[in-house]
């Protein structure tokens, strides 16, 4: 194994509340986490031993607390809840894809 370093460095409380959230959901420590990050800026954003990526975006203040009280209200993790959300605009384009031949055929007929 590698000879590990000690890392210390001070942050904005809002960016660490943002890293320990993330961490939790990912069930990872806090070394954990933060070689995974810096591991993705420098090796340019590789998929992970375990086949994932990161997304990551910026939203308003006012989304991000509607985002989080509504996880309050359903129990739903906020990695689960993004993900049904992207997973199911996808299938909802790939079904308009889908009909758009179909309805430009009936058209022409």
Known sequence: MEKRKNLCAMIP???YAQVCSEKEQLELTLS????????EHFEGGK???????TLAFK????????IK??????????KDFVITLIEQALQDAERNEEEA???SEEKTE
């Open 101 to 103: 031949p179909e309805q």
């Open 13 to 15: 409380e809002t960016l």
């Open 32 to 39: 954990q986490y933060v070689e995974r990050i810096l591991k």
């Open 69 to 78: 009280e509504h996880l309050k209200k359903t129990g739903q993790s906020q």
């Open 59 to 66: 939203v308003s203040e006012e989304l991000f607390m509607r």
């Open 47 to 53: 998929a992970m031993a375990n086949g994932t990526r």
